[in-house]
């Protein structure tokens, strides 16, 4: 495969396969958490109880505790981005994922052991592992910066974007059936073997450019370079301009944007705790069930990508595009968690809702994510950090405020799912709205050599 694809198709697929080692770390505690404690509500009855395994739970973690147990990754995760990015540009960015990769592996392997030890040991074990994923993604956004034309960017972000979805979709019922039928270490073995096989793979077949490439044919070596063009930053040892970074408005319409966003986007990670909690039914079918809109999410990842490219194709501004399917995926996805408020006695009803939701959610992979690309593709790992450093801070608020939630409704669960979903439709409406009002449409002057002028930047189309 490698030899006859295009190296940069080669970088997407990896990359595909890089956001399935990360969700499969990210995700494995989400289902082994319905076997290791009770996460039924008070009314939990017996024949939920007859589905679940005959062991008891290992551990007493109230709502609260589950919560932060759940969020923990995502400290590390916020906290990490703009430090890794930093580190892609002066050690390499296929390097630093490669090692990080490897090392947050051996860390998650070793979660059986840690959790043993102590509540906050495994906390601190899982802020590490998140901390070094958080390298992934802006790393990655530099890696396409250097290896993507300008008309394919848009693709590889969704096919990269593809994976995440896909094996979380994956993990949620694997992880049950290891779980139930094995004992929970077994997610968090299985899951961290996976990553160490990807990371020996990546370290021996990824490059940081197609000059440092031993084998790229000069005609898609020449295409990469013609699209990039000649006026745009991508020279790593360059500094990075922070002030005029931070001074521009539309670099704080995608980070107040991507913020508000990941709060409804981060629900999948409490999905099998919401069907157990509300349907009452066992570890193996809230995990199963589960995975169903994580499926229809990565396919739409896929689709939405190409659909997206053909658009721009035909002639239409980039930026519009962009903003459009943005705003309409968006709203879209808050219809459908306002629906879900109205079919809490229906599986089939949420689940076709969820799908719904998270299908028009992948509209992020072509609007912001692109753009971020787009306005300044040599500093788009350090601007993606920034951005994916602030929405992912809601990776630890949503569960956090969730367990908030079913304390506050123990006696109603039903009524703290609502609350959740009504304040992630909220959320997204208004994040809509700010990237469509002040998002980037050209590339920014900051972004430009020295002796370029943006207004001889011509608008990125194809």
Not at 436 to 462: C, D, R, S
Request: net charge negative.
């Amino acid at each position: 495969m490698c030899f006859t694809l295009p190296k940069r198709w080669v970088l997407s697929i990896m990359a595909l396969f890089g956001g399935m080692n990360l969700a499969l770390l990210r995700f494995n505690l989400s289902s082994a958490i319905v076997e290791m404690v009770d996460v039924g509500s008070q009314d939990f009855n017996e024949s939920a109880k007859g589905n679940s395994s005959d062991l008891s739970p290992d551990f007493e973690w109230d709502a609260n505790q589950q919560g932060v147990a759940l969020g923990s990754y995502f400290y590390g995760y916020a906290i990490s981005q703009v430090f890794s990015a930093w580190c892609g540009r002066k050690f390499g960015r296929a390097r630093v994922i490669g090692i990080c990769s490897i090392t947050a592996s051996i860390v998650t392997i070793m979660i059986p052991v840690l959790l043993r030890v102590h509540f906050g040991v495994f906390l601190a074990a899982r802020i590490v592992i998140g901390a070094l994923w958080g390298c992934f993604y802006p790393l990655m956004h530099g890696l396409f910066g250097i290896w993507s034309p300008a008309c394919e960017r848009g693709t590889h972000l969704s096919i990269q974007s593809t994976g995440a979805p896909l094996a979380t979709a994956a993990v949620f019922p694997l992880s049950g059936y290891l779980a139930e039928d094995y004992g929970w270490q077994y997610p968090f073995i299985c899951t961290g073997s996976v990553g160490l096989v990807w990371s020996a793979i990546w370290l021996l077949i990824i490059y940081e450019s197609p000059n440092e490439h031993p084998t790229i044919q000069p005609d898609e070596k020449q295409l990469i370079e013609t699209s990039i063009g000649q006026e745009i930053d991508t020279d790593p040892t360059h500094h990075v301009r922070w002030i005029k970074i931070f001074k521009s408005p539309r670099v704080w319409s995608i980070i107040v944007a991507s913020f508000l966003e990941h709060m409804p986007y981060y629900l999948p990670l409490l999905l099998p705790t919401y069907i157990q909690n509300v349907f009452h039914l066992g570890v193996k079918e809230s995990s199963s069930l589960g995975g169903i809109p994580l499926l229809t999410q990565a396919a739409a990842y896929f689709a939405l990508g190409w659909i997206v490219q053909w658009i721009i194709a035909k002639g239409y501004r980039t930026s519009t595009v962009r903003k459009t399917v943005y705003f309409a995926g968006n709203l879209i996805s808050a219809i459908a968690l306002v629906s879900l408020t109205r079919v809490t006695g229906s599986v089939a009803a949420t689940m076709l809702l969820f799908s719904v939701q998270g299908a028009a959610s992948t509209v992020t992979a072509t609007g912001i994510k692109a753009s971020v690309i787009d306005m300044a593709p040599g500093f788009s790992g350090v601007l993606f950090a920034i951005m994916n450093s602030a929405g992912s801070m809601m990776g630890f608020i949503t569960p956090q405020y969730a367990g908030i939630l079913r304390e506050a409704n123990s006696v109603e669960p039903a009524k703290a799912w609502e609350e959740l979903f009504l304040t992630g439709a909220a959320l997204y409406i208004v994040a809509s709205v700010c990237f469509a009002a002040f998002g980037p449409a050209v590339v920014e002057p900051w972004a430009q050599k020295e002796n370029g002028e943006a207004e001889e930047t011509p608008l990125l189309t194809p």
